[in-house]
């Protein structure tokens, strides 16, 4: 498998200008997580679907912040108006999911790291 | 509340030395999940082990091994003989039955010097 996918690696954009993040799961994974890692508060989990629903989106900063899972192998993450205090590198993991979401591993992508000028 | 410790942010070691990165969690549950994954200045996070709270047997993978006592919450990670290589951020992190997110220690900044 070719592990978590994600696009772009890196974008760089101004302020004010919406940003879509892209994720693709492993295949097979009803799991799907999205991070937001800076060097100040370190990994924090944004949101996170099981089954292509959002289980938890209290980690979301605020309302220029959705995310999407239209089916099970495809995620957005969308900043809208972006700011610069969102630049930072942002992961989408995945996992198997089970009856406690997760306590199952996740496997993360390489990431997209953002900087809004 | 559940927490994850690692109170060394930094550490330098030469080469072919061990060392060891410790965790400490806090937690009421006595269900619960510990993970290490690893950083490299690449930047992708790797999974390196997942061990749940009644598997208190050690766990030895070539030149990594954990130590788990929940006598002292602890979930340590020693790596023998160290290289070059192993120069990553770890990050040790915990899920519990009573809040349903993986919470990231601080991660600890590991580098082996030639």
């Known amino acids: 498998d070719a592990g978590v996918i994600q696009s772009p690696r890196h974008e760089v954009t101004e302020m004010g200008q919406e940003v879509t993040l892209r994720c693709k799961p492993i295949s097979g994974h009803n799991s799907l997580f999205w991070y937001r890692q800076t060097m100040m508060r370190g990994l924090e989990l944004l949101i996170y679907?099981?089954?292509?629903?959002?289980?938890?989106d209290s980690g979301m900063p605020e309302d220029r912040f959705s995310a999407k899972m239209p089916n099970a192998s495809f995620s957005t993450l969308k900043i809208q108006p972006s700011e610069p205090r969102d630049s930072a590198v942002y992961f989408c993991?995945?996992?198997?999911?089970?009856?406690?979401?997760?306590?199952?591993?996740?496997?993360f992508g390489p990431g997209t790291r953002l900087l809004v000028l | 509340a559940q927490k994850v410790t690692q109170a060394q942010t930094e550490i330098s070691v030469v080469e072919k030395e061990d060392v060891t990165l410790d965790c400490v969690y806090e937690?009421?549950?006595?269900?619960?999940?510990l993970f290490w994954y690893k950083q490299p200045p690449s930047g992708e996070l790797v999974f390196l082990i997942r061990?749940?709270?009644?598997?208190?047997q050690n766990e030895i993978s070539g030149r990594y091994s954990w130590n788990f006592q929940k006598s002292t919450s602890s979930f340590n990670f020693t790596i023998t003989a160290s290289q070059v290589v192993d120069s990553a951020v770890y990050f040790c992190a915990f899920t519990g039955t009573s809040y349903d997110k993986v919470i990231f220690g601080p991660g600890t900044s590991l580098s082996v010097i030639p």
């Open positions: 061990r749940n709270s009644f598997d208190e």
């Open positions: 993991a995945s996992s198997l999911g089970g009856v406690r979401t997760t306590q199952e591993t996740q496997y």
């Open positions: 937690t009421r549950d006595t269900t619960y999940y």
């Open positions: 679907f099981n089954n292509n629903v959002p289980i938890d």
